[in-house]
């Protein structure tokens, strides 16, 4: 019950709280102290975290621990002026007369608003009070700073070894806090009445220094859930603030008097929960109670509903239990019912109805859904990150051979080298599209038959892949068509599986990729180089003897044909002289002398046939008429030098 100086007859000096007051008052401000000072050292430790390492775990975590270490030294700030008002009033001060020296009036504009304004801040921080500025002050930055690190994507790392020394500080330092807690909340609240709520918030601190102590313990490469957790512990003292800003808020309506006993400002319903068992509704009802006089155990509507909460919560408990006989199959899946633990129907899409769980329950099957599967995946798969159209490719479609791909699988070809067998390795990407069969058989086999169907299909094709290129050599297995060796393997894959009767059905077999080892791609290309640069060679060189070959065939040839044509023509010749003199022979003997003269006049007519001839004979014309030649006709040959000629053209006779 709160003190009201101005009641006559009040007397403060019997009261527990009132005579401990001052001690009480030096305690909570050493604590305030030491936890202050912890809390800025965690701070300071965490500005250097974010300014080396941003998305290190230790940011958020230094801060959330950092933001609940305030809320205990709020707590306690706001205690401590309640307790500050108790020892006042047990050694009330002597009033003294402070005699106050008249000031002269202020004479510039700029001197009177100063002082005006100094004037209504001081009656402004009255009203208000200042416990309510620090207790909002200090709720503000503690849900700031928590904002500033909420990050739910950060990436996790190892801490090493100061994970460990800090998991050590951390559960020492709640280790005391947890002694001061046990100490408040035994506190008399006749004696101490703040106590009790300073023992609530304390708790706050102490849970987030616990989790925040597992999160630095168990905090891996691998493990992404510390990193989670120690943002998320940032809730529980991020609820706490705002509802003290809250609180703060509220207050500043409510009347402040000076002769009134003050009460904690810094109380907590969140904090309120934080015991065993949890009692909300009590809580709540204390609370309703002690603010506006409401008693809900006089309402009749509450004790009804109290009474029947039982009969109700069985029968929505059974109903909800008959209702897990009713099961809805999405369009892409079936169900398999099973009635006592044996399969009775396999279920289509839609709804169904049987036995409730635990007496029947219904298994989901896929329905047509088709899957891709790689027959070797690396440990660490790098996801799939969306690219741009116009981007550069990502790592994952380099299909170079001095790459290393994720799911190529090394295998052992056959290989010879000389006379002797040897072996080889190739890196190749070889991908199943399957999906479980249309078939109720079907469904029942892949459910019942085997425990991981990706598993099964990936171990079957593994044992088929080495089986088949145990036989096959690399230039065979480079050169050879790739649709028909998928066919190839699907269909030993698929026999394997029916075998089985696992109840998979081997859709296609895609070869993706068939090359060396990426460390030994550079090698293989030197000697593939080297073995094109031979044919070539070898090539080149055939190509030359065939051209000199068929250059020397061509020239014999042509010498035996010339020699032939020679032959031919000279053969021919002396035949037709032969054939000539036979005939000339004969004439002669037949006509003697006249054939020569015939031959004669032939010889001679052919050999003056191109000739300009003219022709004398004394036979022409009379005895009295001589051969007239007229020299007109002729002219002189050309001559350099002609000789002079005195003679006359004309008539020679």
């Known amino acids: 019950m709160q003190v009201d100086l101005e009641v006559e007859g009040t007397q403060v000096t019997g009261l527990p709280r009132f005579q401990q007051a001052a001690t009480q008052g030096r305690r909570l401000r050493r604590l305030a102290s030491g936890l202050g000072g912890l809390a800025g050292a965690g701070w300071v430790l965490a500005f250097f975290v974010g300014l080396f390492a941003p998305q290190s775990l230790w940011l958020p975590l230094l801060i959330n621990q950092s933001a609940a270490l305030l809320i205990v030294v709020a707590a306690l700030q706001s205690a401590w002026r309640v307790t500050q008002w108790r020892a006042r009033v047990m050694n009330p001060l002597a009033a003294v007369s402070l005699t106050v020296d008249e000031q002269p009036a202020a004479q510039g504009w700029y001197e009177r608003l100063l002082d005006r304004l100094s004037r209504r801040s001081v009656h402004l921080l009255g009203l208000i009070g200042a416990p309510t500025l620090w207790l909002g002050g200090w709720a503000l930055l503690i849900a700031l700073s928590i904002e500033q690190v909420w990050n739910l994507t950060l990436p996790p790392s190892a801490v090493g070894v100061s994970a460990t020394v800090g998991a050590a500080l951390a559960l020492l330092l709640a280790f005391g806090l947890l002694v001061l807690e046990r100490q408040l909340a035994q506190e008399n609240p006749a004696q101490w009445p703040e106590a009790s709520s300073l023992a609530q918030l304390t708790r706050v601190a102490i849970i987030s220094l616990v989790l925040g102590a597992l999160c630095l313990l168990f905090a891996t490469e691998t493990s992404v859930w510390p990193v989670r957790l120690a943002v998320l512990v940032g809730i529980l003292p991020g609820l706490v603030a705002i509802e003290l800003l809250l609180r703060a808020v509220l207050s500043v309506f409510s009347p402040q008097r000076e002769q009134l006993e003050p009460t904690l400002l810094a109380r907590s319903f969140v904090a309120d929960m934080l015991r065993w068992p949890p009692q909300p509704l009590l809580a709540l009802r204390h609370e309703l109670h002690n603010r506006f006089g409401i008693d809900l155990r006089q309402i009749w509507a509450f004790s009804y509903m109290r009474r029947a909460f039982l009969p109700v919560l069985a029968l929505v408990v059974a109903v909800g239990w008959l209702l897990t006989g009713l099961h809805e199959i999405p369009l ?57 159209a116009e981007g550069p490719a990502p790592s994952t479609a380099n299909r170079l051979w001095d790459a290393s791909h994720v799911n190529d699988k090394s295998q052992v070809i056959a290989s010879r080298r000389g006379a002797q067998q040897s072996f080889q390795i190739v890196n190749m990407d070889v991908r199943f599209v399957y999906r479980i069969g249309l078939t109720d058989q079907a469904a029942l086999a892949a459910t019942y038959n ?80 080297a073995q094109i640069g031979a044919q070539a060679l070898i090539s080149r060189e055939r190509g030359a003897a065939a051209e000199a070959s068929n250059q020397a065939q061509l020239q014999a040839s042509l010498a035996r044909d010339q020699a032939s044509a020679n032959a031919g023509e000279i053969s021919a010749a002396a035949q037709s002289a032969d054939l000539k003199f036979s005939a000339e022979q004969k004439a ?10 015939e031959q004669y006049l032939s010889q001679l007519s052919q050999g003056l046939s191109k000739s300009k001839l003219l022709v004398l004979d004394h036979r022409l014309g009379g005895s009295s008429n001589a051969p007239t030649i007229d020299l007109r006709t002729f002219t002189l040959p050309a001559d350099p030098t002609p000789a002079r000629s005195t003679a006359q053209p004309g008539v020679a006779h």
Request: glycine share 12%; aromatic share 6%; charged share 15%.
């Open 450 to 529: 085997s425990a991981d169907v990706p598993t099964l299909i990936r171990s079957t094709a593994s044992r088929i892949l080495v089986h088949d290129f145990a036989s096959r050599t690399l230039d065979g297995l480079l050169g050879a068509d790739r649709v028909g060796l998928g066919e190839e393997i699907g269909r030993a894959v698929q026999s394997d599986l029916q075998q089985l009767d696992s109840g998979v059905e081997i859709l296609a077999t895609v070869v993706e990729a068939i090359h060396p080892p990426a460390g030994a791609a550079n090698a293989y290309h030197s000697v593939q180089a």
């Open 332 to 388: 892409q899946g079936r169900g398999i019912y099973e009635r006592f633990g044996k399969p009775v129907q396999v279920f289509g899409p839609g709804l169904h109805a049987g036995l409730p769980w635990p007496l029947g329950r219904v298994l989901g099957v896929e329905n047509g859904v088709v899957h891709e599967l790689a027959t070797s995946v690396g440990e660490n798969p790098v996801p799939v990150q969306p690219v741009s």
């Open 588 to 597: 002669y003997a037949s006509a003697g002398q006249a054939f020569v003269l």
